[in-house]
């Protein structure tokens, strides 16, 4: 049976929620939520780890490219990718939380490391797939694929493959939302545990695994 959070937990989740910007409207011209920021740091520290264990490992191994991987990484700072997607997309914050652990979840089942070829491309068919589980109101995958750069056929693609490959399991508990809030502030305030072994760097963001699905 199910039990309810403790008064001091609900208090201290509001908290963080607020702090990330996850709660209250919030206008188009306003400034992106702070989550977005924090999550972008949060991919770029795991780009960083696993294209520098992919350059210094020994073993020779062929790399696994799959549909989200480009042939060269595109100009766009995966910041400045995530405010394009949220000054066009218009999707609520809470949906770049809720993308972020579905790309967790990716990179766990298939067993991909996280680069600069597949994180945008991930990143665009992860927030259409949260807005589209997770908002009353979305766009349709021709705007997504305006907004990420790709053709129709490939935004209809990407989004087909990876609902195949997270089994279709869209649904995030309140359990996981909140520990994921969590984590992204223990990274912001300099606590959390970026230690992550390089064996683990395939299937982890900055130290955080989605293990609640």
Excluded: W
């Amino acid at each position: 049976m199910e039990t309810q959070q403790p008064p001091e937990d609900n208090h201290e989740a509001a908290r963080i929620y607020a702090a990330l910007g996850l709660v209250g409207s919030r206008k188009r011209a306003e400034k992106p939520p702070r989550a977005l920021s924090l999550i972008a740091a949060s991919l770029r520290r795991s780009i960083r780890k696993n294209e520098k264990f992919i350059q210094t490992s020994t073993r020779k191994t062929t790399p696994t490219i799959t549909d989200f991987h480009s042939s060269r990484a595109p100009s766009l700072t995966v910041q400045q990718y995530m405010e394009r997607i949220d000054k066009y997309a218009n999707c609520s914050p809470s949906c770049y939380v809720v993308a972020f652990l579905y790309i967790d979840r990716y990179l766990k089942r298939v067993g991909v490391r996280l680069t600069s070829l597949n994180v945008h491309r991930l990143l665009i068919t992860a927030v259409m797939l949260a807005a589209k589980f997770m908002d009353d109101m979305f766009y349709d995958n021709a705007y997504y694929a305006v907004i990420g750069g790709l053709s129709i056929e490939e935004m209809n693609n990407l989004e087909v493959k990876l609902l195949f490959d997270m089994d279709f399991r869209l649904h995030v508990t309140v359990e996981t939302f909140r520990r994921c809030c969590l984590k992204l502030e223990e990274e912001a305030a300099g606590g959390g545990n970026h230690g992550v072994k390089e064996s683990q760097a395939a299937t982890t963001i900055s130290g955080y695994t989605c293990r609640s699905i």
